[in-house]
């Protein structure tokens, strides 16, 4: 019978763990076995234990702990291998290249819109003609330009706003001298004038008005709907409307580049306007009674159909004024909708009785 002694010593024990093996502790964490660690002395045995930690993420990796970097520096070990593995690293610094990947990358901003920055090209645009979305000048700023830049713009309509140089700055990286704005890719069309065109043409007006839609690409799919549904223009308010950027003109699948859209400073004013030019305003709001579909409202007619802000709906000034107050039927918990989708649903009762009509 073989004897415990007569048993073949065993092998030594190997240098670095078998891929794929764990090893844990009484408490279950994961350690790095003693004769696996950098620290062991080979001459004295094994030197101190250190405290095992985690590694990686949240386990052992079966890899060596790696020394602690000031004691390699001061024993005069040379840098962990890892940072000999990577060739490309060397190559850059071989180059003197160690600046941050993207540290140059422009803002957003500056590729999704046209800008003009400068107080002259600002001005300069303006007195062409040209039309600006936004413009943002150097807050405290005060002399001919810029008092010139206001006065323009205010009678064009467009917007000038007052911003610190962190704003302008986050806009562009160069050197605005405190003036940046934003350059439409529209051409935006006068309601006077395009209403009455409609109406020596013979067409029935169907208009659509957005109350401070802020967001682009909400903004983009309810351009995109209402060109498919028949509506001959958008109307916004010169103030507090989404800006009309590469993403609303993408969002919209080109629907902005066909249907007018008419800028306006003054919502309550423009519906006065079109109520004495014989146009019904409906406005869709979950404030009302009846709901669409349900109520017998002739839209066979010149209609303007009013929407609200996706945050407190249509505010109470223009509510007041629309001859017809309706909302979307909604059986469900949430009882509320995106305002692209409510705006489709509303736009296609008017051009469901339209096509009836016909």
């Known amino acids: 019978m073989e004897k415990r002694t007569d048993r073949p010593e065993r092998p030594d024990r190997p240098q670095r763990p078998v891929t794929g093996r764990r090893f844990y502790d009484e408490q279950n964490r994961p350690v790095t076995p003693k004769q696996f660690r950098p620290d062991r002395d080979a001459a004295d045995g094994f030197a101190e234990e250190a405290p095992a930690r985690p590694r990686g993420r949240g386990g052992s990796d079966n890899q060596p702990d790696q020394p602690d970097r000031g004691s390699a520096h001061r024993n005069g070990a040379s840098r962990p291998p890892y940072r000999q593995d990577r060739p490309e690293r060397t190559e850059r610094s071989e180059r003197g290249d160690d600046r941050p990947r993207y540290e140059n990358r422009a803002p957003q901003q500056d590729r999704s819109i046209d800008m003009l920055f400068g107080l002259r090209p600002i001005l300069e645009a303006l007195n062409a003609g040209r039309t600006l979305e936004k413009i943002f000048l150097l807050r405290g700023t005060k002399n001919s330009l810029v008092g010139d830049i206001s006065t323009l713009a205010r009678a064009a309509g467009i917007q000038v706003q007052q ?6 700055d986050g806009l562009t990286r160069k050197n605005h001298q405190g003036a ?15 209403l009455s065109g409609l109406f020596e043409e013979g067409k029935v007006p169907f208009l659509l008005l957005l109350d401070r839609i802020t967001d682009v690409r909400n903004f983009g799919a309810i351009a995109r709907t209402a060109e498919c549904l028949g509506v001959q223009a958008l109307v916004v308010p010169s103030h507090g409307a989404a800006q009309i950027n590469g993403d609303a003109l993408k969002t919209s699948a080109g629907a902005l580049n066909l249907l007018p859209v008419c800028r306006e400073a003054n919502l309550q004013e423009t519906i006065r306007f079109l109520q004495q030019s014989g146009v019904t305003v409906v406005a869709c709001t979950e404030k009302a009674t009846e709901a669409v579909g349900a109520a017998e409202v002739d839209f ?3 209609v303007a159909v009013l929407m609200g802000s996706e945050e407190d709906g249509i505010a109470p000034e223009l509510l007041r004024l629309a001859d017809v107050r309706l909302k979307v039927p909604m059986a469900g918990q949430i009882q509320s909708l995106n305002v692209s989708v409510a705006a489709g649903i509303m736009l296609f009762e008017v051009a469901r009785q339209r096509v009836t009509a016909e």
């Open 163 to 168: 911003v610190p140089v962190e704003k302008l």
């Open 180 to 194: 940046v704005a934003f350059v439409s890719p529209i051409d935006y069309a006068p309601l006077d004038n395009l």
């Open 300 to 302: 066979s007619g010149p």
